[in-house]
Nanobody, 124 residues
Framework: VQLQACGGGLVQAGDSLRLSCAAS????????MGWFRQAPGKEREFVAA????????YYADSVKGRFTISRDNAKNTVYLQMNSLKPEDTAVYYC??????????????????WGQGTQVTVSS
C-alpha cells in the first residue's frame, strides 16, 4: 500500500492542525493505521493508532487528550487531529500501516508501510 501524508505546517503553541494520510494500492480496511513522529536528534516515537474499522484507538501519553486519530475507509484516509499544540510536538509526522490484525501496536518495526512524512513545527 502507498501512503501519502499531508497537512503539516508552522503554527503557534495552542493552535490546531489536522494531518491526513491517503492510502492506495491495497484494501485500506485490512490495516491498522498509526501515526509516528520523529524530532531532530531523537528516535521515532509512537503517537496514535486506530483499528481497522475505527472502533478502537490508542495514544501515547504525551498526546492523550489533545490528539485524535480517526479514519474514513470509504476515502482510504486516516487523520490526526492535533489540538493544543506544544513546541515539543515539533517533529516530522509519519503515517504507517500494519496488517497485524486487531491489536494496536506501538512499535514502528511491525508497521509494513510508511508515508513520506510531513513537518509540523510549533513555535512558542
Amino acid at each position: 500500500v502507498q501512503l501519502q501524508a499531508c497537512g503539516g505546517g508552522l503554527v503557534q503553541a495552542g493552535d490546531s492542525l489536522r494531518l491526513s494520510c491517503a492510502a492506495s494500492g491495497r484494501t485500506f480496511s485490512n490495516y491498522v493505521m498509526g501515526w509516528f513522529r520523529q524530532a531532530p536528534g531523537k528516535e521515532r516515537e509512537f503517537v496514535a493508532a486506530v483499528s481497522r474499522y475505527g472502533s478502537n484507538t490508542y495514544y501515547a501519553d504525551s498526546v492523550k487528550g489533545r490528539f485524535t486519530i480517526s479514519r474514513d475507509n470509504a476515502k482510504n484516509t486516516v487523520y490526526l487531529q492535533m489540538n493544543s499544540l506544544k513546541p515539543e510536538d515539533t517533529a516530522v509526522y509519519y503515517c504507517a500501516a500494519d496488517r497485524g490484525g486487531s491489536v494496536l501496536r506501538t512499535s514502528g518495526f511491525v508497521y509494513e508501510y510508511w508515508g513520506q512524512g510531513t513537518q509540523v513545527t510549533v513555535s512558542s
